[in-house]
């Protein structure tokens, strides 16, 4: 097994017995999140992605020295540097998009496509959406997968995005699910069988798709005491 990891300023490899240093001089401050998605260069093989919201955003497939720059693959287009990144139904999603001339690229949505005969490129993100905009909403604070749909989280709402299969994304299928509660905390966020939970400015919550549900209720009169 090859696993990687972000520690230090560094992306390493590590295996069971060793230790190598895939990409280093990164921003040593930033959270970093990966997928994993069919390698566009090879369709029997797989590549991990992953972005922390400053430096370009790195692919590896797992046995090269040294982790890419996505926007070096061959035909890239549209990759930028976003704090989070997600995969679903063969597509990449890159959340919080990091562009300076965009007042609404932290709610901005890069999405990837396909080629003409169906296959996989998440390195060219041919088509992108916006989540809310420049609102009390915030910015986009984390996401997570579940029944098929993506949840897409910003400080003080809850979204949620069923995209199908089909070559076209389809906006209309981003549906607000709640204007008031929304995550605070990225590294709260977390599937556990038919709900994703996360922390919010009141406590925690659990959202099934539709409904959500308050766990914090039994712990709040810790809180006050203190």
């Not at 797989?46 to 692919?59: A, F, L």
């Not at 679903?88 to 901005?108: C, W």
């Not at 604070?141 to 949620?160: C, E, M, P, S, V």
Request: proline letters at 4%; hydrophobic letters at 40%; glycine letters at 8%.
């Amino acid at each position: 097994n090859r696993n990687i990891v972000a520690a230090g300023g560094n992306l390493w490899r590590y295996t069971s017995q060793t230790a190598s240093v895939l990409a280093q001089g990164l921003n040593s401050s930033n959270f970093w999140f990966f997928t994993q998605i069919q390698d566009p260069r090879s369709a029997s093989d797989d590549v991990v992605i992953g972005t922390n919201g400053n430096d370009p955003v790195k692919i590896w497939n797992g046995v090269e020295s040294s982790a890419a720059n996505l926007s070096a693959v061959t035909s890239s287009t549209g990759v930028m540097p976003a704090k989070f990144i997600t995969s679903m139904k063969n597509r990449v999603y890159l959340l919080n998009v990091i562009d300076a001339t965009d007042v609404d690229a932290k709610s901005k949505v890069l999405v990837s496509g396909f080629s003409n005969q169906g296959a996989p490129r998440p390195q060219i993100f041919d088509n992108n959406f916006y989540v809310g905009g420049s609102d009390d909403e915030g910015e986009i604070t984390g996401n997570a997968i579940l029944h098929d749909q993506l949840i897409i989280f910003k400080r003080n709402a809850t979204y949620k995005f069923a995209p199908g299969s089909g070559r076209i994304i389809d906006t209309a299928q981003l549906v607000k699910m709640n204007d008031e509660i929304g995550c605070v905390a990225p590294g709260s966020v977390a599937v556990a069988g038919n709900f994703v939970v996360f922390l919010a400015e009141l406590g925690v919550y659990a959202f099934d798709g539709n409904n959500f549900q308050y766990l914090s209720k039994d712990v709040e009169p810790e809180f006050e005491n203190t």
